[in-house]
């Protein structure tokens, strides 16, 4: 055991300290505080420090509200103020984008319990001992068994200790990648925060080979049906994951029981959300940064915007009263009907969305006159063909959401050599207790 000073945060949100010539980097301790640690082997010459107890704590440190916050690879900032997290956030984000300003993040009303999807893996060691749940911060995919947390509502985990429960009861195995073995991948929980909506997905090994009899997906079933009493009609989904070598990967639906989807309710629009669609994580949060967005871009009620990699319509739905037409694209085939039943609902007119890749159909459009481009890319940001026809579309603006700076960073000096200056740079917290950040990017054309 060794005593050590907490003098930097890492990249990662853990604590470092440098210690007898060794840098070592500890999860769950803060910057300044005293710190006995475990040191383990660790890689690029810096060592792993498992927190023992803390001898002298930050002034910023709050009780935890979980049990896991020591090893959870899903919170790192958990136990500091809100207030702290976000001074790290904003000083992060300024160091990433050092020539430019950058507007003080918009905070989350609520830190805690925020989140409406949760992805669990099913897991066993080498002694067949069952775990579900999370994974272990930088562990190589090593799973904890989960009985708490403060990122998602109780009902998520009171379905994850059923479904536990019953598999403990069962002889089937956790699927095995390596290996393409067994049954059980994943455990998800989505829920419709305004309405109450609740769906649960068990991800299914499409193996034939350790595919799941009709009693065996009855009893999960009834395991989640129980755990969910006071929720009519809970959407029961499995999802078949299909892997096998030299083939695309692709996956399958089995629909159980309730709806086909769960409803959601943003910028008083409705959205209807099937089990392998996207949808915005945090509602409360998305539904500011959807306000903020459309308030940097301030639209004309002539406008024509494209929404790109639109998920299920719902940037394109939520601006639409406000501009003439909008075309949304996207990849995912279950997202784009999501958007066509969206539009439908909404009872909008004159917004269309297209299923395809951003790179491929995009370019078909480059010669349509747009106003305003809207992307929201995944994590990866934006591909090198699609900033090629953004250069050559030369849309009066762009307004890129990004939910992770680093992509934009790099994506930001590409949009600015296609001649358009960044206007406003604009964070909003929508994962408090992570180091994560949703990023407003706002950029015009410099010469109109
Ligand atoms: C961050 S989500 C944004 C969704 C939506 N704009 C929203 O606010 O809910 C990114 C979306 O891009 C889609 N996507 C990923 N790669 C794509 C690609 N190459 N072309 C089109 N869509 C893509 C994903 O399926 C996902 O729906």
Redesign the pocket.
């Known amino acids: 055991m060794e005593q050590c000073v907490i003098e930097k945060w890492t990249d990662k949100g853990h604590g470092r300290a440098f210690h007898e010539g060794r840098v070592i980097d500890i999860k769950g301790a803060f910057l300044a505080e005293t710190v006995q640690v475990e040191v383990k082997k660790g890689k690029r010459g810096v060592k792993k420090g498992i927190l023992q107890s803390i001898k002298i704590p930050s002034l910023e440190r709050i009780p935890p509200k979980c049990s896991h916050s020591q090893i959870c690879g899903g919170c790192n900032l958990h136990g500091l103020s809100y207030s702290s997290q976000v001074a790290l956030k904003q000083k992060n984000v300024e160091k990433l984008f050092f020539t430019h300003k950058v507007e003080p993040i918009l905070e989350a009303q609520d830190p805690f319990y925020y989140r409406n999807k949760m992805e669990f893996s099913f897991s066993q060691d080498k002694e067949k001992r069952k775990y579900l749940g999370l994974v272990e911060e930088d562990s190589r995919g090593k799973v904890f068994s989960q009985n708490s947390c403060a990122l998602c509502p109780e009902w998520m985990i009171s379905t994850l200790k059923a479904v536990f429960d019953h598999w403990c009861t069962t002889e089937l195995d956790a699927y095995y990648l390596h290996t393409n073995t067994g049954s059980l991948r994943t455990l998800t929980c989505r829920a419709g925060v305004n309405t109450g909506e609740r769906m649960v997905i068990l991800g299914l090994s499409g193996n034939p080979l350790y595919a799941l009899s009709y009693e065996e997906l009855k009893g999960f079933q009834q395991a989640i049906t129980d755990a969910n009493k006071c929720c009519e009609d809970i959407s029961i989904f499995v999802v078949l994951t299909h892997v096998e070598k030299g083939t695309p990967t692709y996956t399958s639906e089995i629909h159980l029981s309730g709806k086909d989807h769960y409803k959601e309710i943003l910028c008083e629009k409705t959205f209807l959300v099937s089990p392998q669609?996207?949808?915005?994580p945090n509602p409360k949060q998305?539904q500011l940064l959807?306000e903020t967005a459309f308030s940097l871009l301030k639209p004309n009620s002539a406008d024509r915007v494209l929404?790109?990699?639109?998920?299920?319509g719902?940037?394109g739905i939520c601006l639409k009263d406000r501009v003439d037409r909008v075309l949304g694209?996207?990849?995912?085939r279950y997202?784009v009907c999501d958007a066509k039943r969206n539009i439908a609902i909404n009872l909008m007119e004159n917004i269309e969305v297209i299923v395809?890749?951003?790179?491929d159909?995009l370019v078909q459009h480059k010669d349509a006159p747009f106003d305003s481009i809207?992307l929201?890319?995944?994590?990866a940001g934006l591909?090198e063909q699609v900033i090629q026809t953004l250069h050559q579309m030369q849309a009066k603006k762009i307004l890129y959401?990004s939910?992770n700076p680093k992509s934009l960073a790099k994506d930001l000096q590409l949009i600015e050599n296609c001649g358009y200056k960044v206007e406003c740079l604009q964070p909003v917290d929508q994962f408090p207790q992570t180091l994560h950040l949703e990023m407003i990017a706002l950029f015009t054309l410099k010469n109109l």
């Open positions: 669609s996207f949808f915005q998305a959807y929404d790109l990699y639109c998920g299920v719902s940037i694209i996207e990849l995912n997202a395809g890749d951003v790179k159909v809207i929201d890319p995944p994590r591909d959401i939910c």
